[in-house]
């Protein structure tokens, strides 16, 4: 099993700011994934970042991963009162994904 | 709406009491996980099926815990025995056949509290 691992555990920042938070994981990966989780829509898969690739874009998001460091940042461009949620990177090597406690959030319009 | 599913979304029940949960996965989708999570806590794997068959628990999943999915579709977990802490969010997810990357789907959970 993979664990992530997010730092900071909470973050606030003002509407239209970036947000980045970033994650560390122990063991080899197949694949980081990054969810989101707020009380509205539940837990949503964000971005999945394959362990061959070093940055990706989707939309406002940016991933890197750095597998020589065991870690990952994610970057949420623009952001909005909307984004505040619980964001959670996940290693993902085989069947089980393990979560890490989660970066807190909170966007203040 | 074709995400997947839950029921109950709320559950209250007195200390030592039986409950049953039930997860319907996307139609298509032939992986089925079910997770636990406490509050200010990232979910915590329970256990794992492939199609029918149980292929992964966790330490977790104690004796009083079983999880079922007889026909490969849906997919009930029961606690027996209920206590004080069992009290958490339990999420069911789902996975595609051909994904590698182990993409899951979430549902929106099953909110327990043991009084």
């Known amino acids: 099993s993979q664990q992530g691992e997010e730092d900071p555990q909470a973050l606030s920042i003002q509407e239209g700011e970036n947000a980045t938070m970033n994650c560390s994981y122990k063991t080899s990966i197949n694949n980081l994934q990054w969810y989101r989780q707020n009380s509205g829509r539940g837990l949503v898969h964000l971005i999945l970042i394959r362990s061959n690739e070093r940055e990706k874009h989707s939309g406002r998001l940016r991933v890197t991963l750095d597998t020589s460091k065991k870690s990952s940042s994610l970057l949420i461009t623009a952001s909005r009162a909307a984004d505040t949620a619980s964001y959670f990177c996940v290693g993902a090597a085989g069947n089980m994904l393990t979560f890490g406690g989660g970066t807190r959030l909170m966007v203040k319009p | 709406d074709t995400g997947v599913s839950q029921d109950p979304r709320h559950k209250i029940t007195k200390r030592g009491q039986n409950v049953t949960f039930r997860c319907d996965p996307i139609?298509?989708?032939?992986?089925l996980y079910w997770y636990r999570q406490t509050l200010g806590q990232g979910p915590e794997f329970l256990t794992y099926f492939q199609n029918e068959a149980q292929l992964e628990k966790s330490r977790l999943l104690s004796d009083r815990f079983s999880a079922e999915r007889p026909k490969g579709s849906f997919s009930t977990l029961e606690i027996q025995r209920t206590e004080q802490g069992d009290s958490a969010m339990y999420l069911c997810a789902s996975s595609a056949p051909l994904d590698n990357y182990n993409e899951q789907f979430f549902g929106p959970g099953t909110r327990l509290t043991v009084l």
């Open positions: 139609s298509e989708h032939n992986r």
